[in-house]
T-cell receptor, first 117, second 109 residues
């Protein structure tokens, strides 16, 4: 069964709307979660690392004021795309696990397809 | 940073064997992962290598050579449902994953 739950699966909204995406780890605690973005026919690009109880770490080129991340508990991280515009339309995927090394992989949520009109 | 290369596309017939190569250059290495991703879906974990050698899991096997910065994923007894994108990902010392662009495998009857 799924170990990471992400919702919503699909969002269609008007330009200027803020959209919140939730990512939950099931059956395990995740002090670290990761947020990725994937454009059509491209690979996953890491946007930021979400750290429970502290500020997220953003990758170069990702606007932290645009993509707000909150990791308030050991099982939940949220990504809010503020004032979304058509260029923000993409497939957003979160992952958890694998942050303690060893053979534990990152497990991915089902992704959120965001379409901004 | 990481530089990960894998072929863009591969095509094979049902029942055949496909080997997907991945080369990487990394500033810190903490394991290499292979994921399968069907169109419109999130990636699913296939295999993990951190030491040199071959890891076998059913029809899928993965090999790693750290000195050469090289890995491959071997898909045996191909089935139609294996048509997907296969992503090579390298984990760095901060436990972050960097992904290759993915290899689209098309299985034909």
């Amino acid at each position: 069964g799924a170990v990471v739950s992400q919702h919503p699966s699909w969002v269609i909204c008007k330009s200027g709307t803020s959209v919140k995406i939730e990512c939950r780890s099931l059956d395990f605690q995740a002090t670290t979660m990761f947020w990725y973005r994937q454009f059509p026919k491209q690979s996953l690009m890491l946007m930021a690392t979400s750290n429970e109880g502290s500020k997220a770490t953003y990758e170069q080129g990702v606007e932290k004021d645009k993509f707000l991340i909150n990791h308030a508990s050991l099982t939940l991280s949220t990504l809010t795309v503020t004032s979304a515009h058509p260029e923000d339309s993409s497939f957003y995927i979160c992952s958890a696990g694998g942050s303690r090394g060893g053979n534990q992989p990152q497990h991915f949520g089902d992704g959120t397809r965001l379409s901004i009109l | 940073g990481q530089n990960i290369d894998q072929p863009t596309e591969m095509t094979a017939t049902e029942g055949a064997i496909v080997q997907i190569n991945c080369t990487y250059q990394t500033s810190g290495f903490n394991g290499l992962f292979w994921y399968q991703q069907h169109a419109g879906e999130a990636p699913t974990f296939l295999s993990y290598n951190v030491l040199d050698g071959l890891e076998e899991k059913g029809r899928f096997s993965s090999f790693l050579s750290r000195s050469k910065g090289y890995s491959y994923l071997l898909l045996k007894e191909l089935q139609m449902k294996d048509s997907a994108s296969y992503l090579c990902a390298v984990r760095d010392s901060d436990y972050k994953l960097s992904f290759g662009a993915g290899t689209t495998v098309t299985v034909r009857a």
